[in-house]
């Protein structure tokens, strides 16, 4: 960043890759859109214009999570404009968008919006429409065709083109911090969950019951629901004060202030996993030897290029990890 590049096809593809996954999020919005009257009339009766002030009792506990990330996108983004830092501000925008917009809030919402909630509907849809106009405004000076292009499909944004709009501003009755850090809470779990599925090799179609073990979290945990289940493969959700009537053999992850189990039973045949376990060990076990043989060698240590030796410590380094880790999976 800030430095001048060498023309590369690669770059431009990873520019096409983006743009491809904004204009399919164009799609998808505008696909499951609910009537434009019904936006507005959802705006009108929770946004005091007056006051400046948005009632967020209806809005859920992820609408609050990406609402914030939000604030603080526009919040950062406008500080690198002004300090000239744009590789900086593409970053941050590339990121929201791909990553916390589409991978996350798109995917977490789906229930909501395939529901026949309609009054759910309504504001998955206002969200999505918000946000992702937001978002367009910010990605404008360094993509201002197909930002202009999307802005005029979306509902709240329709009264002006998108050049002569305003540029985005924080607004501070829109922070959700407490909110922010329940929603990544969850969602490091919901990562660890899929690669411990990943890693045992756990079909998608096999469901597990999801244990929560939390004083803290019960009501977010119930809130965030069907997300959980969705994204979290789960058949079924248990919240619970302790670990009671936990089996000890129960999958475990840990989280700040929170605790998942998932009972090991039913989702993967324990006999093959440890059969497959154990030839994962005697590789894993192989590559280390050879490893520690090869760094143990003088003549490999006094001749060997210093790049080629760190490599190998790296590779010693990262075989221990893992063989330390099939071995407590064994366990």
Not at 40 to 66: P, R, V
């Amino acid at each position: 960043m800030g430095n001048d590049i060498r023309y590369m096809p690669e770059k431009l593809e990873q520019a096409s890759n983006f743009a491809n996954k904004i204009w399919n999020a164009t799609k998808f919005i505008t696909n499951n859109m609910v009537d434009e009257e019904e936006i507005i009339k959802f705006h009108q009766e929770n946004y005091d214009s007056k006051t400046g002030k948005f009632n967020s009792e209806n809005l859920k506990l992820e609408d609050k999570w990406i609402i914030n990330k939000l604030q603080k996108l526009i919040k950062e983004v406008t500080n690198n404009i002004e300090n000239y830092d744009l590789g900086v501000a593409l970053d941050k925008i590339y990121a929201f968008i791909w990553n916390e917009f589409c991978d996350w809030y798109i995917e977490m919402v789906k229930t909501r919006l395939y529901s026949e909630n309609n009054e759910e509907k309504v504001k998955v849809c206002y969200v999505l429409d918000y946000v992702f106009g937001i978002s367009m405004k910010l990605l404008h000076p360094f993509m201002p065709f197909i930002s202009t292009k999307i802005y005029r499909s979306l509902v709240q944004y329709n009264d002006k083109d998108l050049m002569v709009s305003k540029w985005p501003h924080v607004k501070t009755n829109l922070e959700y911090e407490k909110e922010e850090k329940i929603v990544e809470n969850l969602k490091n779990i919901i990562v660890e969950i899929r690669n411990i599925r990943a890693n045992m090799n756990v079909h998608p179609s096999k469901k597990a019951n999801l244990i929560f073990v939390t004083n803290k979290y019960e009501d977010a945990v119930w809130e965030a629901k069907e997300f959980l289940l969705k994204l979290g493969f789960g058949e079924k959700i248990i919240v619970q004060k302790d670990k009671i009537g936990i089996k000890e053999n129960a999958i475990s992850i840990l989280g700040d202030g929170i605790e998942l189990y998932m009972p090991f039973e039913g989702l993967v045949d324990i006999e093959e996993e440890r059969k497959r376990l154990e030839e994962e060990k005697k590789k894993l076990e192989s590559e280390v030897q050879r490893c520690e043989k090869m760094l143990s060698n003088p003549g490999f240590i006094n001749k060997a290029p210093q790049k080629k030796i760190e490599e190998e410590k790296a590779k010693l380094e990262k075989y221990t990890e893992m063989l330390n880790k099939v071995k407590d999976r064994l366990k």
